[in-house]
């Protein structure tokens, strides 16, 4: 099979000829792989908010991955700025400071911008322009290129979140807060957001939805390690009205140019109670599956909800990627195979961007034992 027959198969809950598999690398590890695969060093990949960069085709193809990622641009607004360190503030207003550790660099959120905004002051905002072209220079023609010269699935990743974007612009604190005792406050700035993310959605999937195979919501993350952002009652009552509208939006102008398509959310720790209401709200696919966090036991996630969702992800990046023994990373990778893999409906990943504290060695091991294990039937004890 192809990787993009191969992807589909599983996404449609059927058996394809091994589990499909896939990461997303952050820079520092990118550079070490690529140095470890032998491959020449090419331009340098754009770098995303969390440092995570595009694998070229022929790294991905090298390492078996099955997917290719695909985002636009980030446009400019009257808050846009770049800084000599390193540090940017971007088109919501954001500040993002580069922060450099002994494993590289990340960037950090600082000053969140609608800290101390009154209700008012919403409308007074300069929000960013969902129809700057920008966003899509050079979409169409970075996947139709990927579509003609390989035969890998293409993840795209369009519009960014509606909840965790309110988090950066309000900050943390005063967010959760919000949502508690001011919701008209907090149902108006998801609000505002709302309608650009729409915006910028509706205008990439006329560029190049065509091309696409799954298309993934924004990162929207509503777990902690041990425990949900909020409880079930707030989630329906406040935030979920504001991810249906979108995620329904998003969804049908996908399925227009793609029928056959996925929709794919992002949401980390421990998600549990919000599964049921997720299906509801038309996603597919739930990614990353935190196996380390509470609640989020493979057996039980697959029993309960692998009928209706597929998964992706599910390989430990807080202790098994970088701290584990070899025979720790098979273990692992032979667990999320037989809970998650059997029937189909499961895309074998990393938990998250891979970060730098993640060994190439790690990495390459990872791609043998997919392919030794997670050919179908699959058949572990």
Not at 42 to 49: F, S
Not at 200 to 227: P, T, Y
């Amino acid at each position: 099979m192809t990787s993009r027959e191969r992807v589909m198969a599983a996404l449609n809950h059927r058996e394809p000829d091994r589990v499909p598999f896939d990461m997303v690398l952050t820079i520092g590890v990118y550079e070490d792989l690529r140095k470890a695969l032998g491959l020449n060093a090419a331009k340098p990949p754009r770098v995303g908010h969390w440092t995570d960069v595009q694998m070229p085709v022929e790294m991905i193809e090298k390492l078996g991955v099955d997917v290719y990622y695909v985002s636009p641009k980030s446009a400019k607004s009257a808050h846009s700025e770049r800084f000599k360190d390193g540090s940017f503030r971007d088109e919501w207003g954001c500040f993002w400071k580069k922060v450099f550790t002994s494993q590289g660099y990340y960037f950090e959120l600082e000053n969140p911008p609608l800290k101390d905004a009154s209700i008012e002051d919403l409308d007074d905002y300069i929000w960013p322009d969902p129809n700057d072209p920008v966003r899509y220079e050079g979409l169409y023609e970075e996947m139709k290129n990927v579509r003609d010269n390989s035969d890998l699935a293409i993840i795209a990743k369009f519009a960014g979140a509606v909840f965790e974007l309110a988090t950066y612009m309000r900050g943390h604190e005063q967010w959760y807060a919000d949502i508690l005792i001011d919701p008209e406050f907090a149902n108006k700035l998801m609000s505002k957001i709302s309608a650009i993310q729409m915006g910028i959605n509706e205008n990439c999937m006329r560029e190049a939805g065509k091309f696409v195979d799954i298309f993934r919501f924004s990162g929207e993350d509503l777990g902690m390690q041990d425990r949900p952002l909020m409880s079930i009652n707030t989630f329906r009552n406040v935030v979920k009205p504001h991810l249906k509208q979108l995620w329904s939006h998003g969804k049908n102008l996908f399925l227009q140019q793609n029928p056959n398509g996925k929709v794919m959310l992002h949401s980390c720790g421990n998600v549990y109670q919000y599964i049921g209401d997720l299906i509801e709200c038309g996603i597919d696919v739930l990614n990353p599956i935190q196996p380390r966090a509470a609640g989020m036991d493979l057996f039980r996630l697959k029993k309960e909800f692998g009928d209706k969702l597929c998964f992706h992800g599910a390989i430990d990046i807080q202790h098994v990627l970088p701290f584990g023994t070899d025979e720790e990373i098979e273990e692992a990778i032979k667990t999320a195979l037989k809970s998650l893999g059997v029937g189909g409906g499961y895309i074998i990943a990393p938990a998250h961007n891979v970060q730098s504290d993640v060994s190439a060695k790690t990495l390459i091991l990872m791609s043998e034992l997919v392919k030794k294990y997670g050919t179908y039937p699959i058949n572990l004890t």
